[in-house]
C-alpha cells in the first residue's frame, strides 16, 4: 500500500468529537447510543486496520474514519426523531455534508491535512451506509471504505441485541415473535448475500436482514471478532411463537455457522509443526 502522509492527533480529534455531541440532548439514549457506537467503530476500524499489516500513520486513519463516521446520525435524530433513513434524510451523506461542506472537519484534522486524504475520508464516510461501494475507488480508498464497513457491521450486531430489537425496528414483540421469514429473504440469505432492503416484509425479516450482514464481512479477523463477541449467535436464536420461524431461525444457525467456519479456516491454516535442530517436534505454529 502507498504510504500515508497523514498526522492526527487523537485527543484533539475526541475533543472535537465530545463538544460537537455536547450539542445534543446526551440525556436522550438514543444520542448516548451513538456516541458509544462511534467509539466501538473507531476501535474496531483499528483491529481491523492492524490485522492486514497497517501501522503507525495509517492505522490512526483507519481510527479517525471510524470516529467520524457517524457524524450525521445526531442531526438528524434532533431534525427528524428517527434513525431510519428512509423515513428522514440518508445519514452517511448528511454527515459527510456537515464534516465537508459545513467545514467541521477543520475542528478534527490539521489545516495541512493533504487533500487527498480528506477525500479519502469524505468518501468512506459518504460510501459506509451503501449496500455496495463503488467500483471506481483507488485501492487506498477502498480499502478504508471495507475497514469501515466491516467495523459497523460488526458494531451493528452488537446494538442489535443491547437495545430491544421491538425499538430498533419500530414494531411490537407479538408482531415479531408471530411472523414468519419472508421466501425472498430466505433465498438471498441461501445466496450468501446482505438482504436487500426493499425485500424486508414481515418484522423478523430485519432480524434475519441484520444476520445476514455477516455475509458482507471483508476481512476474516472481522469474521472472528463476530464469533468471538457472540452478539451474532444470540441474533440467530431468537424465539419465535411461531413455528415455522423456529425451523426457519434453525435453518439460518446451520448456514451461518457453515459460513463462519469456512471464513475462518481459510484465515486460520492448520497449525505447522516446530522442530528443533535435531528435527525433534517441539511445538505447533499457525498464523493468528
Ligand atoms: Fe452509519
Not at 61 to 70: K, R
Not at 143 to 168: F, G, Q, W
Not at 236 to 265: G, I, N
Request: include cysteine; charge should be negative; glycine fraction near 4%.
Amino acid at each position: 500500500m502507498e504510504q500515508v502522509v497523514f498526522a492526527v492527533d487523537r485527543k484533539r480529534a475526541i475533543a472535537a468529537f465530545d463538544a460537537y455531541t455536547a450539542d445534543y440532548d446526551r440525556t436522550d439514549e438514543k444520542i448516548n447510543l451513538k456516541v458509544d457506537h462511534t467509539y466501538r467503530v473507531a476501535a474496531l476500524s483499528e483491529r481491523i486496520g492492524r490485522s492486514i499489516g497497517l501501522e503507525g500513520q495509517a492505522l490512526d486513519l483507519a481510527w479517525t474514519i471510524g470516529l467520524l463516521h457517524d457524524v450525521g446520525r445526531f442531526e438528524q435524530l434532533r431534525r427528524y426523531g428517527t434513525f431510519v433513513d428512509a423515513d428522514s434524510i440518508d445519514h452517511a451523506q448528511f454527515g459527510a455534508d456537515i464534516l465537508f461542506r459545513d467545514g467541521e472537519i477543520a475542528n478534527y484534522l490539521a489545516d495541512d491535512t493533504p487533500k487527498e486524504i480528506l477525500q479519502l475520508i469524505e468518501t468512506a464516510v459518504r460510501s459506509h451506509s451503501l449496500y455496495r461501494i463503488a467500483e471506481d475507488m483507488d485501492e487506498r480508498t477502498r480499502t478504508y471504505c471495507h475497514i469501515l464497513r466491516d467495523a459497523d457491521k460488526i458494531d451493528i450486531m452488537r446494538v442489535n441485541v443491547d437495545v430491544p430489537l421491538e425499538a430498533i425496528y419500530n414494531t411490537t414483540t407479538q408482531a415479531l415473535k408471530n411472523s414468519e421469514v419472508s421466501e425472498e429473504v430466505l433465498a438471498s440469505f441461501s445466496e450468501e448475500h446482505a438482504t436487500l432492503r426493499s425485500l424486508k416484509k414481515t418484522p423478523v425479516d430485519y432480524v434475519a436482514g441484520h444476520i445476514s450482514l455477516v455475509f458482507e464481512l471483508v476481512y476474516p479477523i472481522s469474521v472472528r471478532i463476530v464469533s468471538e463477541q457472540g452478539y451474532l449467535d444470540k441474533l440467530l436464536h431468537f424465539e419465535s411463537d411461531c413455528e415455522k420461524t423456529r425451523e426457519q431461525f434453525a435453518w439460518m444457525r446451520a448456514r451461518v455457522q457453515a459460513y463462519m467456519e469456512r471464513r475462518m479456516a481459510k484465515s486460520c491454516p492448520a497449525p505447522v509443526h516446530r522442530n528443533d535442530l535435531s528435527g525433534q517436534i517441539i511445538g505447533r505454529i499457525g498464523k493468528l
